[in-house]
Every structure is written in structure tokens, then in C-alpha cells.
């Protein structure tokens, strides 16, 4: 039993929640009474409800994202239903999703409060306050509208306690080690949440550096950065670089995920990459679009040389697994525009390339101003475009299925000794791909669950 749980419905198992682990390292005194429940998408709903009802809390914390908008939903209706006609426990909810919602929104129907924004320290007042307060006070059933918001303003991350002493020992052996070494974003991309918030804000970096030591120490040897703009700050970034390169020599072997700004890849920041040994270092690149015009639209800056020589070096200089993205939907943007930028992107050589549909993310000015290019959303999280002036239903729908075909075949490898026969142009594969991928679809009538040795015979005829 806890008077506190905080709990979150991950992507996967191996995704542990840094943000829960935040909220519980910064509640002060009221920390010993907070319990960290974590589950996973395709977990059944009976394994997610049973601990939360078996801890009986008196405060239920949730973080919802757009990948977990629905599970969360599911959950909340069936605790209501396991907490009929007895006294339930006061329900919060944060996190990116719900930071923007309508007041209209179904989940909404379920929460006593919402928390906008970062909340370790609000979320601290709020639970002291109710925690007094609940002793006398019997809070009536959630509204159909909470009326109950507090918006956090952005914190200074030198005020908080860390926490990744809350990683326990499966956590750093068997899962992601997420961490942060900044917050915020100097960039207005308006499809992006990170454009709301231009203000970088920075971990101080020698007390970072020493808890990395600490996890290392303790087992940890996958750690993933959170910060959106990691090579933001040259000399930061290379100081952590050295940090990680110095430990290489460690059993197991140390990796690192990096995501990082395209065109920021000066040469002592290129140096220190060189030396990273294989298999030891991850980095994701948001190319987007390589259309100029498209990308003035949504205010991303855009220089398609500086960025196509960085990827070049990357794959000629450094053992890095590069992980490249664009997005499909953006205003103004068509078929014939997408698949040149996939072109270019392709002969760059990164070593994944992901094509995402753009998604309207309540909040983002994007999804304010769609209207002018034609843009109509799926209504559900996570509100993928359906279709623009530009890119029709039908051709955005085989954009989509390309990208599945193109994970399963190329991304995940396990095909590459077809490579000449699938890309007999090597210069251009976008259209040929295209193909490919509508004949699969219409041969297995799906994008997934498909066995791989019948997609190889396919794949050979």
C-alpha cells in the first residue's frame, strides 16, 4: 500500500519512465509514501489494474503521452468500474498529452486534476496539500470536465533532486537508461511540442557526469539522451562524448543514443564521434524535409548541404548507427517532393531511415493552422494526418505502408544480402520501393504479422 502511486503505460517493457522517477525523487518528506507502478502496451488490462487496486492509493498519478492516450483511457474506465460504490483515490493527470487536451476530451472525464507543463515541484504542493486535506475532506467523482488545472511553469533543472538513484539494479542490466543533461528547445518547428518551449535549461554538467558514473558502476550500460538538441552546445557535448569514450574499455560494452541537430557537426565535435567503437553508438538525425519551402511553412530551419555532409561523414568517418528521419504530411509537400528528399537521404547512407506521417499534437501551432493547407487529422491519438492540398488520402495510405515495408525489410536488416536485387538503382529507390511495397501489400493483404520466410520468397519471385 502507498498513499501515493505514480503510474505510466510504456512502449515497451524496456522503457523505463525518468519522468515518474523525477516526480517521486523531488516530493521532499512525502517521498517514502510514493510507489512507482510501470506497464507496458501489450500487457493485458488485468495486469495493470490489479497492482494499482491492490496499493489502494490515496492519490493515482498518470502520465499520458499520444501513444498511451488510449490504454490510459481503458485503464481509468476499468478502475471506475473496480471502484464502484467505495471511496476511490484522487486522480492526476500529466504529462505532454494531457498538457493540451480540449476540455472536451474523454479522458478528462476521470481526473480531479490535471498537471500542465514540468510538474515535479506542483506536483509535490498538490499532494502535500491533498494528503492533509483527505483526512476530513472526501473528494466527490471526477467532473465531466475537470475544472481543476495548474499550469507548471518550466523549472530550473539546478533545483532538482536526481533521480536516477530510483533506476533499480533490473532497470540498468535489462532495460533503456533514460537520461537528460538539458530541457527546451531554441527552435520554432510547429509541429513540435519541443517549439513550445525555447528556452534551453541545462543540468549542470559536473554533478551529471558524476551520477553517469554512478550508474555505470552500478550495471547501467545502455543510456539514452532525452535532450532534443544534444549537440546544441559544442563543448558540453563533446565533454560528455569524452566522458563515455573513456569508459569504452568496460565489460560489457558501454552505448549511447545521442539525438542531435543535423547541421551542428563542427570538427570537435566530429573528432571525438571517430572514436566511438562499433556497435557502441547510436545517433538520431530529424532531417523531416529536405523541400526548403516546405520547411519555411513550419518554421524548421533547413540546409539540406550542410546536413546530407554531416550524415556522409557520419557513415564514411564513424562506426555510429545512424538513425535518420522524415515525415510524410507536411503542408505543401507532395508525393514527388517526398520521394526526391527520400533520394537524397538515402544516398547520404545512414543506416536507418524512419518515415514518420506528421501528427497534429494538440498544442503545437501546427494544429492551429492546418486549415490553410488542406490538412485533415484522424481525430484519435495520434492524430496522424490523413491527408493535405498536397499529398491525397490514397497517397499519403501507401506513404504509410511504405514506411512499414521499409522498417520490416530494410531498417530491422534482416534482408541485406537482397539488396542488390531490391535497389537495382541505387541512385534512386524511393520509386522502385513505392512499388514493391503496393505489391506486397495487396499479395499478403496486410503490413504485419507477417512470417519472414514468406516475405522472403515474395521478395525473390
Given at each position: 500500500m502507498a498513499d501515493i502511486v505514480l503510474a505510466v503505460i510504456n512502449a515497451k517493457w524496456i522503457h523505463p519512465s525518468l519522468a515518474l522517477r523525477l516526480l517521486k525523487a523531488n516530493l521532499g518528506p512525502l517521498?517514502?509514501?510514493?510507489q512507482i507502478l510501470e506497464f507496458a502496451l501489450r500487457q493485458p488490462l488485468s495486469e495493470k489494474t490489479a497492482p494499482i487496486l491492490a496499493a489502494r492509493p490515496r492519490i493515482l498519478g498518470l502520465s499520458v503521452s499520444i501513444w498511451n492516450h488510449q490504454a490510459t483511457l481503458e485503464l481509468l474506465e476499468a478502475l471506475e468500474t473496480a471502484w464502484a460504490g467505495v471511496f476511490k483515490p484522487i486522480i492526476v493527470l500529466g504529462g505532454p498529452e494531457i498538457s493540451h487536451l480540449p476540455p472536451e476530451a474523454g479522458i478528462l472525464r476521470y481526473a480531479h486534476w490535471v498537471v500542465q507543463g514540468e510538474g515535479e515541484a506542483v506536483f509535490r504542493e498538490l499532494c502535500a496539500r491533498l494528503l492533509k486535506d483527505s483526512a476530513t475532506e472526501?473528494?466527490?467523482?471526477?467532473?465531466?470536465?475537470?475544472?481543476?488545472?495548474?499550469?507548471?511553469?518550466?523549472?530550473?533543472?539546478?533545483?532538482?533532486?536526481?533521480?536516477?538513484?530510483?533506476?533499480?539494479?533490473?532497470?540498468?542490466c535489462r532495460k533503456l537508461v533514460y537520461v537528460e543533461v538539458s530541457r527546451g528547445c531554441p527552435f520554432g518547428c510547429e509541429f513540435c511540442l519541443s517549439s513550445l518551449d525555447k528556452a534551453v535549461r541545462e543540468f549542470p554538467l559536473d554533478p551529471f557526469l558524476g551520477e553517469m558514473d554512478l550508474l555505470i558502476r552500478r550495471g547501467a550500460r545502455t543510456f539514452k539522451f532525452l535532450d532534443r538538441t544534444?549537440?546544441?552546445?559544442?563543448?558540453?557535448?563533446?565533454?560528455?562524448?569524452?566522458?563515455?569514450?573513456?569508459?569504452?574499455?568496460?565489460?560489457?560494452?558501454?552505448?549511447?543514443?545521442?539525438?542531435?541537430?543535423?547541421?551542428?557537426?563542427?570538427?570537435?565535435?566530429?573528432?571525438?564521434?571517430?572514436?566511438?567503437p562499433p556497435g557502441s553508438l547510436r545517433l538520431e538525425v530529424g532531417i523531416q524535409t529536405f523541400n526548403r519551402e516546405t520547411a519555411a511553412l513550419v518554421g524548421r530551419p533547413c540546409d539540406p548541404e550542410a546536413e546530407l555532409e554531416a550524415l556522409s561523414f557520419l557513415g564514411k568517418y564513424t562506426n555510429a548507427i545512424v538513425h535518420a528521419d522524415l515525415i510524410a504530411g507536411l503542408p505543401e509537400e507532395d508525393m514527388a517532393s517526398f520521394g526526391d528528399g527520400f533520394d537524397r537521404l538515402w544516398l547520404a547512407g545512414p543506416g536507418e531511415i524512419q518515415v514518420g506521417i506528421l501528427k497534429r499534437l494538440p498544442g503545437t501551432p501546427l494544429a492551429r493552422r492546418g486549415e490553410a493547407w488542406g490538412m485533415r487529422y484522424s481525430p484519435d491519438p495520434p492524430y496522424e494526418v490523413l491527408e493535405t492540398a498536397a499529398l491525397p488520402a490514397l497517397e499519403r495510405d501507401r506513404l504509410k505502408n511504405f514506411a512499414r515495408f521499409w522498417e520490416l525489410i530494410v531498417n530491422r536488416g534482416a534482408f541485406r544480402d537482397l539488396g542488390p536485387w531490391l535497389f537495382p538503382q541505387r541512385r534512386r529507390v524511393f520509386r522502385s520501393f513505392l512499388e514493391l511495397s503496393d505489391r506486397l501489400l495487396e499479395r499478403f493483404g496486410r503490413n504485419w504479422g507477417i512470417d519472414r520466410r514468406e516475405l522472403r520468397a515474395e521478395l525473390e519471385r
Open positions: 517521498e517514502d509514501r510514493c472526501r473528494l466527490p467523482s471526477a467532473s465531466s470536465v475537470c475544472g481543476k488545472i495548474i499550469s507548471a511553469k518550466p523549472v530550473d533543472p539546478a533545483s532538482l533532486a536526481s533521480a536516477y538513484r530510483l533506476y533499480t539494479g533490473e532497470d540498468l544534444f549537440n546544441l552546445d559544442i563543448e558540453r557535448a563533446r565533454r560528455i562524448l569524452e566522458f563515455f569514450l573513456a569508459r569504452q574499455g568496460e565489460e560489457p560494452a558501454l552505448r549511447v543514443h545521442f539525438e542531435m541537430v543535423p547541421s551542428r557537426f563542427p570538427p570537435e565535435l566530429r573528432e571525438p564521434l571517430t572514436r566511438f
